[in-house]
């Protein structure tokens, strides 16, 4: 069985940092990682995504404030966020890829307050 634990949201006022993490388990050969985030109303939007080679991509929203990584023996993926914006507000979600398909994390609260 896949699972996706995702850790480190939580309360920040405008300008702190947070590192989001989400372990997987029950999967090797993971392809693609990516973190998603999703407001009251709208869709998930894509924010970040690395592959296995340690290729990223950064949302321009988010560009030069968030860093993605991953740890491959770990089978874990990180969000660095820095510099953060009340309108980084979310529930983020990391999602990963493999031969196997799609899974998703729980999702985690990130409040930025002004």
């Known amino acids: 069985q896949v699972q996706l634990v995702e850790s480190g949201g939580g309360l920040v006022q405008a300008g702190e940092s947070l590192r989001l993490s989400c372990a997987a388990s029950g999967i090797s050969s993971i392809n693609l990682m990516r973190w998603f985030r999703q407001t009251p109303g709208n869709e998930r939007v894509l924010v970040a995504t690395?592959?296995?080679?340690?290729?990223?991509g950064i949302a321009e929203s988010v560009k030069g404030r968030f860093t993605i990584s991953r740890d491959n023996a770990k089978n874990t993926v990180y969000l660095q966020m820095n510099s953060l914006k009340p309108e980084d507000t979310a529930v983020y979600y990391c999602?990963?890829?493999?031969?196997?398909?799609?899974?998703w994390g729980q999702g985690t609260q990130v409040t930025v307050s002004s």
């Open positions: 690395i592959s296995s080679g340690g290729t990223t």
């Open positions: 999602n990963i890829m493999s031969a196997r398909g799609s899974f």
